[in-house]
């Protein structure tokens, strides 16, 4: 990361940190961390709750007749990997990252994970530096124009494949946990859907429900496809 892709970062926010250091850690990957091990981990972990908290908040002002299923749904959309890497990418955020040279090279810059992780960072270093206002402001900024594009909430990618599945007579879809990894604070789960006759798709998400529908969504995907 060179000061020059911080300072422009920081424009784009339109805020500047009084603790800087709050921000180089959020932009810090594991790789490259210091002596001391400082990386973005840490602040990954608080700004998905902080995330998570200003999303519902939102989403029940803005959908005061709803019921908690369908709102439920459209916060696990707006809080999706995907949604937070495209934030990301808004935010022009790979730039700024400190990565090793290995993964630079290896052009981890542009990984939806990557990008993820250091957007849920980015928001937890706003909190601690500015308080919840200045994450909320953020938060709402960025996703905003996603919540508006949804004018009905996302169907739940797990139902639909077994409505596809009973629509055809075939067995409900199968769900193996293929692995689990990283920290036991925010591990990371490896599913595997599968359906009879039809073959299987895996996906990963920071709890089984996700990973779930990650894989769900992936199955769907390709059996519509197929016809």
């Known amino acids: 990361m060179s000061e020059g892709n911080s300072e422009s970062l920081t424009a784009r926010l339109g805020y500047d940190f009084k603790q800087q250091n709050l921000l180089s850690e959020a932009l810090t990957h594991p790789s490259a961390g210091g002596r001391d091990g400082a990386n973005y981990e840490r602040l990954e972990f608080l700004g998905d709750r902080v995330l998570g908290l200003v999303v519902a908040d939102m989403l029940l002002r803005r959908f005061p007749d709803e019921a908690e299923g369908p709102l439920a749904q459209r916060l696990a959309e707006l809080v999706r990997r995907e949604t937070l890497a ?129 894989a769900a969504e992936s199955l769907l995907a390709r059996l519509r496809g197929a016809g």
């Not at 290896?106 to 500015?130: Q, T, V």
Request: with cysteine.
């Open 86 to 214: 495209r934030v990301a990418e808004e935010l022009d955020l790979g730039a700024a990252l400190r990565l090793a040279k290995g993964e630079d090279a290896a052009g981890e810059r542009a990984n939806p994970a990557i990008l993820s992780d250091a957007c849920e960072a980015l928001i937890g270093a706003l909190y601690l530096d500015g308080g919840l206002s200045v994450a909320r402001a953020a938060i709402e900024a960025w996703l905003t124009p996603y919540l508006e594009q949804a004018v009905s909430p996302p169907q739940d990618a797990k139902t639909a494949l077994q409505e596809w599945a009973q629509a055809r007579g075939l067995p409900l879809p199968d769900y193996l946990e293929m692995a689990r990894s990283g920290p036991d604070h925010q591990p990371l789960f490896t599913i595997e859907v599968s359906v009879q006759d039809h073959g299987g798709e895996t996906g990963q998400g920071r709890s089984k429900r996700l990973a779930e529908q990650v």
